[in-house]
């Protein structure tokens, strides 16, 4: 028998579940098979009892995987506070949670273990038996299997909401499922069932693949017009389902959907409602995010083009070269392209690679950025695959409101595309929203990496809009780390003037993951609140950050108390952090260059170093396959405060409170460290301990 299919037997209690939900894999097409043996609760079994015509205390139900099927999601029926035996046989059970249960948005699924690999996790286990010091502790990733991209983010009736890229089958990519899961804080999350599937079809055509890719969501009341979450009726997502062979790229099929749910959990019939426009535009051609006419106009003026009564879709793409208008000289130069920003400007406040003088052309953003093409983080410059007459662009349509189903939208051209990065195959993920008077676009560029060695930035480009078209008057990276991909964000509307937050996944560009059972590939970003000041978009985690998650102090130093340590060479070196979560914040006077050790193997071969360098701050790795990468910052100021949040394997640093940040990953370690190398103009510092989300 193949490793991985060996037979397993488990019991546990139903409790107040209807449902369990299995995601089985056979050794092979229509190979595979499991039997669910109930045991009645005693007061159930004595009904029955003195019930002639009921069936047996224990009844087995049998489930075969249908014919011609190597995967299928099995739905099984159990009843509540039973006791309930599952046995499998020449199949895997990948994922499994009791489901169904009234509340479920407040109680969540309970996680089933019958992977008869894990041996870490009891049958029935608890948020502190899954996540242990092996995982992020304030970061939301799975129970177990793969995740990316973060899709319909909204707030409905009292809870937020994270629909997440899901495979139950594995640890690498597979045809994509929504997960899902809910929260009152956007920190403390509970899991809820899969929300979406891929289609149909694949489960009996395993050389197809794709599925239900990334999205967006919009409350809306029960006529369909869009409103505040805790008034709202309805959420309303928009997805990309895509199709392929596998291995022909060139046969790849996207389109736009929507559907609606009405109890936050389980979605209605799918309507498809935007297709590609035309073949200008590449096959590439997802991710739909949604914003209100009416928000884009408070940030645009009369000649913006902007209806306040539509709805606008963006779809990110590519568009043929010759479609766009040319540029006499170049727009200006990109913020994050070089890293060569000196101190001298900075200390002025005088950034230099924005407003630069050139020729603006509205939905086109120009510049001397360059770049290579490639198809991974190390790769090697691909001059074979590099198409410059196909230009990554972000494609615009509108709808009239209510949304509903089978609402037509209506093709508005392209709002953006980037030349400046030409050798990019396409953007993935956009966004378009308005935000402090301005609008501002982002996107991530697939297959790109830049000068500075980072793979698939996300880039942000804030202006105005002119006639639909998005004149951009600067441009950056929205993260100077390496693992920051598939940004989306969201209105929130549930707090006092409302607020713009971010996730993103963090991606594994450093490649440190490795699997082992009971852990999980693919992690969230802290969450962050955003805003443009200085023509520059700021991010920053979001207040709760601070109030729920930094935790006790654990060293804490003023500027008497450092220069004494200064003189009798007695400064913080290497202190041992237990638990590996810690939150560094330091303030500082002046600019002279620092060195802060805030990550470190066991053995001490891999290292992570948050150092300034002649006025900017750096993320430099040493013994990982991220070094020789140039993390460099493109604060707007001289550093004053820096905050550095290590969660294990995650390292998040904000500059000046969110005029930068980076997001980096690290390779599990069992404990932490943080050592005052040079201590530069360090004021004072302080090290908290991180509280688990988890517990």
Known sequence: MEAGYNAVSRSFPTGVYRTLDVFLEGEDEGVGCISVTSRASATEAANRATNASSHDAHSTRTYLMPQGQKRHHFSIPVEQFSTVNVSVEHAMARYAYLNDADDLISLGVQMVNLDAENLVWPVLPKSEDMYDIRRSSVH???????????NGLCYFRGHYHLFFQFNPYGWGWDNMHWNHAVSEDLLHWRLLPIALEPQADFATHPQISGGAFSGSAITVDEEGNPCAGADADAIRIYLTRHQEVRGEIGSAVEWQATALSTDGIHFGVESAVVTRPSEAYGIDFRDPKVELGSRLAEASCDAAGVDPHRA????????????????STPQMCDNDSAGNHRAGNLSHGNHQADNLPGTRVAGVYDGPIGGDFSQ?????????????????????????????????????????????HSVAKTYECPDLFALDGKVVAAGALMHYRDHAGRFQPVKWYVGNLVN??????????????NAFYATQSFYDDSVPGGRRVAFAWMADYAETAREEVGLAHGTMSL????HVKHNHLYSHPIAEVYKELVGETLYTANPEELTQASVNGALLKAAQLSGNAYFADLTFTGDDDFSFLVAQSSDGSQIVRVVQRDGIVRLVTK?????????????LTPTRHLEIFVDRTMIEVFVND???????????????????EEPGSLATVELHKLNSVWR
């Open 376 to 420: 991974s983080p190390r790769g090697e410059r691909n001059l074979k695959e590099k198409n410059e007459q196909q230009i990554p662009a972000m494609v615009l349509f509108s709808s009239s409101l209510p949304l509903r189903a089978n609402k037509p939208w209506r093709y508005e051209g392209p709002v953006l595309a980037d030349r400046a």
């Open 312 to 327: 606008y879709m963006v779809v990110a793409s590519n568009i043929a070269a010759e479609q766009l208008p040319q540029s």
């Open 658 to 676: 969110g005029e930068d940040a980076a997001a980096l990953q690290f390779p599990v370690t069992r404990g932490g460290v943080f050592e005052i």
């Open 140 to 150: 939301f990733e799975p129970p177990t299997r793969w995740m990316n991209d973060p």
């Open 468 to 481: 639909k078209r998005l004149e951009v008057e600067a441009s950056g990276n929205v993260d100077f780390g």
């Open 527 to 530: 969450p962050r609140e955003l």
């Open 623 to 635: 013994g990982m396959r991220s070094d020789g990468i140039d993390f460099h910052s493109t604060q």
